[in-house]
């Protein structure tokens, strides 16, 4: 009798296991499918129907998709926007890129495309997106999170105590201006593809347009090039733009990977591999970035290179931008995730020091402001920050051809930056 009653209670056991067993990998099959359904919904809100798409060589797909159809659009405030085609002014004063030396050993080279133009061009009244694709999605934290920076990757100068630094597990080499107001700011970036250690890290070099305190409200638009293996899924050098008006918190987006910046080109997409690239020792390319502040309209322009504008972030997006800009910066920022509790060897810029100079070190020039008068002028009482010298580092200087500059960057770990 006893046996038979112990009998029962083990099945009963292996029913009950057997049953939060099955439970389990529902529950799990459940959460896998619902992911997979938020995924699914988010890649529809991103990729538009496109009247063209183009494959790039470096397996992107890039999508020409009817101006009037871009993602910006969704944005509540913008469903009946009337697209600006064009800025109502462009700063005065833009530098006069031939004027620059024809010293060889001076002179960076220009044709500076993007690696999909080998296979096609989007048509007029089209502009080019990258198609998000699920590992893109699937290689965030969370579909909420994707194409987001995380908190605090701001370089805040004055904020170099010991105890302070690097806690955010960012480093920067930087130069910056601050104490005035500023309406716009252009720079000349070389290009470089520096080497990221972790999957997580990435290497990056631009611009940052700031307004308000460096507190939850911090408003801020980027632009530049970057190295961001998690993002892209490559170690491509792509050029990015990013905006934020609460400090990264809920707002903004890399590239168009939320409503808010507003396209107009058809040539130039964001998030879109830059090619060339410069290499030590050999030919130097860069590439020209200007954002400014339309007197008339309010909004933030953006224009790559000599030609191309690429459209603007609408000034409704900010609080503090929809006034001034209180500080620019210019320079190189990498995320450093100490693997093995050691500093990390992503390197930023050309993953050389400054002291090495043009053709192995990475460079900023004819940096320049844009002030209340829409000029464009050169910067004043230039300061600039790091958090190690030692990994990373950041050397101003300033001559006829190049206007101001810098040299910044460095290879991360070594004997000096463990």
Partial sequence: MGSS????VTLLL???????????????????????????????RLNKPPVETIQSPDGDLIDCVHVSKQPAF???????????????????????????????????????????HANGRCPEDTIPIRRTKEDDVLRASSVKRYGRKKHRTIPKPRSAQPDLINQSGHQHAIAYVEGDKYYGAKATINVWEPKIQQPNEFSLSQLWILGGSFGQDLNSIEAGWQVSPDLYGDNN??????????????????????????????????????????????????????????????????QFGNDYVLGY???????????????IEWGGEVVNSEPDGQHTSTQMGSGHFPEEGFGKASYFRNIQLVDSSNNLK?????????????????????????????????????????
Avoid at 18 to 28: E, K, M, P, Q, T
Avoid at 90 to 112: C, M, Q, R
């Fill in 5 to 8: 009653c112990g009998c029962g």
């Fill in 14 to 44: 292996v029913f009950c296991l057997w049953g939060v067993l099955i439970s389990l990998s529902s529950a799990a099959r459940l959460g896998a499918s619902r992911q997979k359904l938020e995924v699914a919904k988010h890649l529809n």
């Fill in 74 to 116: 969704d944005h509540p405030f913008l469903k009946d926007h009337k697209i600006q085609t064009r800025p109502s002014f462009h700063p005065e004063g833009l530098f006069d890129e031939n004027k620059l030396s024809e010293n060889p050993k001076e002179k960076a080279h220009t044709p500076i495309t993007q690696l999909w």
């Fill in 237 to 302: 050098t792509r050029l990015f733009t990013y905006w934020t008006s609460d400090a990264y918190q809920a707002t903004g987006c890399y590239n168009l990977l939320c409503s808010g910046f507003i396209q107009i080109n058809s040539e130039i997409a964001m998030g879109a591999t830059i090619s060339p690239i410069s290499a030590y020792r050999n030919s130097q390319f860069d590439i020209s970035i200007l954002i400014w502040k339309d007197p008339k309209e309010g909004h933030w322009w953006m």
């Fill in 313 to 327: 972030w609408p000034s409704f997006l900010f609080s503090y931008l929809a006034d001034s800009a209180s500080m």
């Fill in 378 to 418: 050169a910067p004043k009482g230039i300061g600039t920050f790091t958090e190690q010298s030692n990994c990373y580092d950041v050397q101003t200087g300033s001559n006829g051809d190049w206007g101001h500059y810098f040299y910044y960057g460095g290879p991360g770990k070594n004997p000096n930056c463990q």
